[in-house]
């Protein structure tokens, strides 16, 4: 079996895609805690030897960098055949949701909760555009999953885990309380938490945790 290596900070909800994926996969990891806000990945010498991208997770397959987390979510699916979709139609909307994800909804609440919570002082008015956007987002996945069980249909897969992510750390970090909020997002939070061998970011991500403002 390989060997991996996951570099990662716990508030990294692109980091805990890969953590609760190779978990679901019955994988283990070696734990690589990077000091994003001392500026490490910002450092000439890290992109050189970890990520030339500048961004975390990196996960290491048998010493080899992998970067980017839906390419990776996507491979492991088929490596291990597992949460990739089980017919060319439950494919197609993996796809189609974990791109939206990617351009859309981690996109904005991770910047959203990076600021609301964890720098000092934030812009309001950048803070009141990424809450618009953020509550037109929530409301298309409101709508969907209140129709369908996951994202793809009535089966969980990467789409699930890669959009989950960010909305499963806690209220005061998100600034959404999704049980009164949006309450089709909450059971479908729920019916994701309820899958064998699930645990929270902070569970399985251990390290030093930014400070929190908010």
């Given at each position: 079996?390989?060997?991996?290596?996951?570099?990662?900070f716990?508030?990294?909800g692109?980091?805990y895609?890969?953590?609760?994926?190779?978990t679901?996969?019955?994988?283990?990891?070696?734990?690589?805690?990077?000091?994003?806000a001392?500026?490490?990945?910002?450092?000439?010498?890290?992109?050189?030897?970890?990520?030339?991208?500048?961004?975390?997770?990196?996960?290491?397959?048998?010493?080899?960098?992998?970067?980017q987390?839906?390419?990776?979510?996507?491979?492991?699916?088929?490596?291990?055949?597992?949460?990739?979709g089980?017919?060319?139609?439950?494919?197609?909307?993996v796809?189609r949701w974990?791109f939206?994800d990617?351009?859309?909804?981690?996109?904005?609440?991770?910047?959203?909760?990076?600021?609301?919570?964890f720098?000092?002082?934030?812009?309001?008015?950048?803070?009141k555009?990424l809450?618009?956007?953020?509550?037109?987002?929530?409301?298309?996945l409101e709508?969907h999953?209140?129709?369908?069980?996951f994202?793809?249909?009535?089966?969980?897969t990467?789409?699930?885990?890669?959009?989950?992510?960010y909305?499963?750390?806690?209220?005061?970090?998100?600034g959404?309380?999704f049980?009164?909020?949006h309450?089709?997002i909450?059971?479908?939070?729920?019916?994701?938490?309820?899958?064998?061998?699930?645990?929270?970011?902070y569970?399985?991500?251990?390290?030093?945790?930014?400070?929190?403002?908010?």
């Amino acid at each position: 079996m390989p060997t991996y290596r996951l570099h990662y900070f716990p508030e990294s909800g692109n980091s805990y895609k890969l953590a609760l994926m190779l978990t679901f996969c019955g994988q283990t990891f070696e734990p690589v805690w990077t000091d994003f806000a001392g500026g490490v990945t910002r450092s000439a010498e890290w992109r050189q030897a970890v990520n030339e991208m500048g961004e975390i997770p990196v996960l290491e397959e048998d010493g080899v960098r992998l970067t980017q987390t839906a390419p990776i979510l996507l491979k492991l699916a088929e490596q291990y055949g597992r949460l990739g979709g089980e017919n060319a139609a439950e494919k197609f909307e993996v796809l189609r949701w974990l791109f939206w994800d990617n351009h859309k909804l981690s996109s904005y609440m991770a910047t959203y909760r990076f600021l609301r919570t964890f720098t000092p002082s934030p812009d309001p008015n950048v803070l009141k555009f990424l809450r618009r956007r953020l509550d037109d987002f929530l409301g298309i996945l409101e709508r969907h999953v209140g129709e369908h069980a996951f994202a793809a249909g009535d089966r969980p897969t990467v789409a699930d885990l890669s959009m989950i992510a960010y909305l499963h750390y806690p209220s005061d970090e998100t600034g959404y309380d999704f049980r009164n909020s949006h309450p089709a997002i909450d059971r479908w939070l729920g019916r994701v938490a309820a899958l064998p061998g699930w645990r929270s970011a902070y569970d399985l991500l251990p390290g030093k945790r930014l400070t929190h403002y908010a």
